[in-house]
Antibody
């Protein structure tokens, strides 16, 4: 059974840092592209970042570029999101998600995520 | 303001067929695949439709997707009470060079 479990969320002051992790199991993690997607309280979904299976392709939303860093450890089946210079508007539930299998690499196909974790809440407040 | 535009709400009665629209532009829906997600209250999103009209394993054939130009729609037939949820469309945007979502449609089963 595919499982994604996020951790690392919490309360942090504006300007602070937080590192989210996502533990993957039940599938061959090293062969899948992964996403981080967030959802502010009462709001819709917002894509945050994507990393390819071998970390050779990384993409960020403009809203987090230069502040967030996505990474993965295929040996440990884990995905990470280092968040620096946090702002109040970064407050959200952060989900890690597996990208739907692709027959060939195509970044436009990274939109589809077939498995999601339960999410971890990040609250940025003074 | 979301890049993709969805109606904020929709409704239907059990057994009915309902559709949810998603409007974009030539930068996103017009030239890329559309995907649909369902989010039940307090849970993570679930992929319903990928690549315009493909259903991932386990998704009932009551759900179908279509695309026409820079717009798309999700159709749900045989509406059930458990279909009451938020629905989101998503697509790659060539201008922003990343995925974009619609603002979501809250479906109420009357």
């Amino acid at each position: 059974e595919v499982q994604l479990v996020e951790s690392g969320g919490g309360l942090v002051k504006p300007g602070g840092s937080l590192r989210l992790s996502c533990a993957a199991s039940g599938f061959t993690f090293r062969t899948f592209t992964m996403n981080w997607v967030r959802q502010a309280p009462g709001k819709g979904l917002e894509w945050v970042s994507t990393i390819s299976s071998d970390s050779s392709w990384i993409n960020y939303a403009d809203s987090v570029k230069g502040r967030f860093t996505i990474s993965r450890d295929n040996a440990k089946n884990s995905l990470h999101l280092q968040m620096n210079s946090l702002r109040v508007e970064d407050t959200a539930v952060y989900y890690c998600a597996r990208v739907f299998p692709m027959l060939r690499w195509d970044p436009t196909l990274t939109v589809a995520s077939d498995y999601w974790g339960q999410g971890t809440l990040v609250t940025v407040s003074s | 303001q979301s890049v993709l535009t969805q109606p904020p709400s929709a409704s239907g009665t059990p057994g009915q067929r309902v559709t949810i629209s998603c409007s974009g532009s030539s930068y996103n829906i017009g030239r890329n695949f559309v995907n649909w997600y369902r989010q039940l209250p307090g849970t993570a999103p679930k992929l319903l439709i990928c690549r315009n009209n493909e259903r991932p394993s386990g998704v009932p054939d009551r759900f179908s997707g279509s695309k026409y130009g820079a717009s798309a729609s999700l159709a749900i037939s045989g509406l059930q009470s458990e279909d009451e949820a938020d629905y989101y469309c998503a697509a790659w945007d060539d201008g922003l060079q990343g995925p974009v979502f619609g603002g979501g449609t809250k479906l109420t089963v009357l």
